[in-house]
Each structure stands twice: as C-alpha cells, then as structure tokens.
C-alpha cells in the first residue's frame, strides 16, 4: 500500500514581531510539531516506501522566521512494485523573513528509488539557510538510487538550478567524476548573512551565487565528517545548527 500526503506550514510575524503560525497542517506520514525552538517534521509511518507522493508546503511570510528541522534521519524502501517514491517541498518566504531547513540525512535502502524535489522561491531580503544530506545505504548496504533536484529563485530571478543523480551500485555514481567512492554527500544552501566565499577543500568545495549567497557541496565517508564539512568545518550542536549561519 502506497501513500499519498500533502502538510502545509504558514509562519507569520505577529504586529510585535514574534512569529505565529496561523496554519501548521500535518498528514501522515508527515506529521509537523512545534517546540520551543522549531517545528519538527516526524515521521509517522516507516518510509518513504517505494510509490509514496509526500510534499510539503511552506509559507514564511514577511518578517516571519520558520526553523524546519526532523526528528530523525528518514529512511527510503523499496516497494513491491519497484515504483520510485517522491518527497517535495515547495517554499516561499517574504520581504525580511527567514527559513531555516536543516533534515537529518535521508537514508536510501538497497533497492530503493527516491527522488527529491526542493523549490524556494524567496523575496528580495528574504534569507535561507536550506540543508540536503544524502547516504547512500545502511550499514552493509551498497544502497539505492536518489534524484535530487534544487530550484531557488530570488526576487523574480533564477538564483540556482541544482541536482543530482547517484546510486550505489552504478561505477559512473561512486566514480571520480560525482562521489569519488563516497557513500556520502551533501549540499548547503545559503541566502543572507553568512554566506562563506569560494573556496575549495578536502571533499568540500563553495560555489558564491551571489554577494550575500553560497552553495556549499560536499562528499564524505561518514555522517559526522559530511556534517562538519557543510558546516564549515565547524562542529555542529545537539540540534543540528550549522556555524556558518548567524
């Protein structure tokens, strides 16, 4: 049995400023709580299974602040079907408003097929700070197969066209050329205050967009060292913030 989901968060500044969420809409498997310092995404069900269609919306009106944050790493299967399960997020966020997207890393399982497709569409001092983290496989595993795909525009304009394809057990995916024998990899995306310059290191390189913008990518090994790669080389707290933003 498949599953069909659609969540939906609003974030919206209060006349003194303090952000409220008028809308915080959860479907299983995708099932939204707050806490005092973000909404956490948890998961309801086992999955994503092969042949689920999850998306989530996300509205940060102007001068709102939204920290979007998982409980756990997420895990894709395989379905009976061999079908390719999807997971979409579609964000907008106003004028001096900010989101904040920081998942633990999406785990895709032998055999599975994944693709994630991650749309922001910001206005002209809006900022971001949006986190992707990819593990080929638990643990014995060569893993599956993931699609991943990043569209962010920025006051009307095209900002980044980003995605990748990988699966572990294609020699083109693990070669030198994507993950150099990686397991791991991963991408930063940073709008506003923070944003490092280009720069290039060991598995991790800095792409600026713009004055105040940056994609970070990075490949790793393990889950710790891909974390403190995108972040900077910074370690990371208990709640997965990153040292590069403010």
């Known amino acids: 049995m498949t599953l069909t989901a659609h969540a939906h968060v609003v974030a919206a500044a209060d006349v003194g400023g303090v952000t409220r969420f008028p809308v915080l809409s959860s479907a299983v498997p995708l099932v939204l709580r707050r806490t005092p310092d973000a909404v ?16 989530l919306s996300v509205e940060v009106r102007d001068g709102g602040l ?7 790493a997420s895990i894709a299967l395989p379905g009976r079907s061999g079908a390719e399960s999807v997971f979409r997020l579609t964000a907008t966020v106003g004028e001096h408003a900010r989101f904040e997207y920081l998942p633990e890393p999406l785990v895709v399982a032998e055999g599975a097929r994944h693709r994630v497709e991650i749309r922001v569409t910001l ?6 700070l ?17 699609v991943t795909t990043l569209r962010a525009d920025r006051a009307g304009r095209p900002l980044l066209r980003h995605g990748i394809a990988v699966a572990g057990g294609d020699e083109v995916s693990l070669g030198p050329a994507v993950l150099a024998g990686h397991r791991l990899t991963g991408s930063l995306l940073i709008v506003g205050p923070g944003a490092p310059p280009g720069s290039y290191g060991d598995g991790v390189a800095v792409l600026p967009l713009a004055d105040d913008a940056a994609l970070v990518t990075a490949v790793a090994h393990d889950a710790h060292t ?9 370690e990371t707290g208990a709640n997965g913030d990153c040292g590069l933003h403010p």
């Open 226 to 234: 891909l974390r403190r790669r995108l972040s900077g080389g910074e």
């Open 40 to 55: 956490y995404l948890v998961g309801g069900a086992a999955g994503p299974l092969g042949g689920d269609d999850l998306s």
């Open 123 to 128: 206005a002209g001092t809006a900022s971001l």
């Open 66 to 72: 939204l920290r979007l944050r998982t409980a756990a």
């Open 130 to 146: 949006l986190r992707d983290e990819l593990i080929l496989g638990r643990h014995g595993e060569r893993g599956g197969s993931c």
